[in-house]
């Protein structure tokens, strides 16, 4: 047996109905349309509004979709995993909920965390598995409803997050030169001070203090944010095209988190990559977390082609960075 590859072999997705414009959210708080487009190019966002609905809900029907799309038997799959940063519930995890209302008999389940990066990470994760050879498919899914983290009362970070939930599934394959490629992931840790949720963790239980004075909303340093994001991103494209090689003309496409417009663009000029060879659908999601990249596939996988090159880059929370390296096989 030779060499196994690990390839994404479809994508699934999945929004709410709900949209929240920029017109509305002026109506909410001190912002406008133009404040918003000017800083962080986001138009609209999607958000889970429907009562009792969470991030398993989402990413169910992400992964539905997904084995609609590919036609694979839900007896086959051998692994889900769930990345997310809003789970249903502390314990179980987001992703054994997902994998009991699939249906999937044959497979274990587990959350991954990561913020942001999530996706890139997990995608990392699965690949090994697959290359190990031990499992044939496995289900990634980012998703996050960031909804349930905003202070709708804050301009600066209420403007920035949507809900939704991407979805692929993992395959190994003996062709080569198709698949993930190579990987740059690093965490340096210094990042609790600038963007982190306060309380409901183990530090800081909730409490009728924690409530009133609004410790379960999102915190975030957006100057800080911005400058770590910039320079983690656009320095991991680089290492990543330098370790294997590449040229900005080489690449057909960089996949990044979508965070704000201006980080993309800030990250594609340092890299030197034109901004036609970057998708952007961040004007219609805003951030969804781990959701943003595997979204960004699910809106353009209808122009890629087999053997396009393709660099994912994300950052998160913690600070957690990096980028990697993939062809696409289909």
């Not at 990470?121 to 983290?149: F, P």
Request: charged share 20%.
């Amino acid at each position: 047996m030779g060499k196994i590859n690990a390839i994404i072999t479809g994508v699934g997705g999945y929004v709410p109905d709900y949209v929240l414009t920029n017109e509305e959210l002026s109506r909410m708080v001190d912002t406008t349309d133009e404040w918003i487009t000017t800083r962080v190019g986001i138009k609209e966002r999607h958000i889970l509004t429907e009562e009792g609905l969470g991030t398993s809900y989402m990413a169910r029907k992400a992964a539905k979709q997904l084995l609609e799309k590919t036609g694979a038997d839900p007896d086959t799959i051998d692994a889900l995993i769930v990345t997310t940063t809003t789970p249903d519930y502390k314990f179980p995890s987001t992703a054994s909920i997902v994998l009991g209302k699939l249906g999937l008999k044959n497979a274990f389940a587990f959350d991954f965390e990561a913020a942001c990066c999530g996706f890139l990470y997990s995608l990392d994760v699965a690949a090994s598995m697959i290359q190990s050879g031990r499992y044939k498919k496995i289900i990634v899914i980012g998703a996050d409803k960031m909804s349930s983290l905003v202070d709708y009362q804050d301009r600066q970070t209420c403007v920035l997050f949507g809900d939704g939930a991407g979805a692929v599934l993992v395959e190994g394959t003996e062709e080569e030169g198709v698949g993930v490629q190579d990987s740059f992931l690093r965490t340096d840790g210094k990042g609790l001070p600038y963007l982190h949720l306060k309380a409901g963790g183990s530090v800081c239980p909730a409490s009728h203090f924690t409530v009133d004075h609004k410790l379960h909303y999102l915190y975030q340093e957006g100057r800080a944010v911005f400058r770590f994001a910039v320079t983690a991103m656009s320095d991991d494209v680089v290492r990543i095209m330098q370790q294997n090689q590449l040229t900005a003309d080489d690449v057909n496409w960089v996949i990044p988190h979508e965070a704000n417009l201006r980080i993309i663009e800030a990250v594609a000029k340092r890299a030197e990559v034109p901004l036609d060879k970057v998708v952007v659908n961040i004007d219609r999601y805003g951030n969804t977390s781990a959701a943003t990249i595997p979204l960004a596939l699910w809106d353009h996988e209808q122009h890629l082609k087999k053997g396009d090159k393709i660099i994912f880059t994300a950052f998160g929370a913690g600070f957690v960075h990096g980028a990697s390296f993939y062809k696409w096989a289909y």
